[in-house]
């Protein structure tokens, strides 16, 4: 059975930083995109960031871009988001995913598999 699971959320100020970690089990994902993805209340899920298998290519949304990084440890089957300078609008439900198909994608609906997420909150 593969699972992800989320860790390192939780409330921080703003202009503060977090790290969150998605652990994969039940299969590897060496070979495949994982990425993560936000939601907000009342708002849609939204992409993050997302990297190919070997972090060849890697893929921001503009809100976060230069102040997210994402990156992955193959050898531990999980993926990661540096999150800095974080703003009240980034506060959301961290989800990671993963996709058994080679190219990155940027919409929800190409991923395959989802972690149960993470609360990331900051406060002004």
């Known amino acids: 059975q593969v699972q992800l699971v989320e860790s390192g959320g939780g409330l921080v100020q703003a202009g503060g930083s977090l790290k969150l970690s998605c652990a994969a089990s039940g299969r590897s994902f060496s070979d495949y995109p994982m990425g993560w993805f936000r939601q907000a209340p009342e708002k849609e899920r939204e992409f993050v960031a997302a990297?190919?298998?070997?972090?060849?290519?890697?893929y921001y949304s503009d809100a976060v871009k230069g102040r997210f990084i994402i990156s992955r440890d193959n050898a531990k089957n999980t993926v990661y988001l540096q999150m800095n300078t974080l703003k009240p609008e980034d506060t959301a439900v961290y989800y990671c995913?993963?996709?058994?198909?080679?190219?990155?994608?940027?919409?929800?609906?190409?991923?395959?598999?989802w972690g149960q997420g993470t609360q990331v909150t900051v406060s002004s």
């Open positions: 995913a993963a996709r058994l198909s080679s190219l990155v994608r940027t919409k929800a609906n190409d991923y395959d598999y």
């Open positions: 990297l190919s298998g070997l972090s060849m290519s890697i």
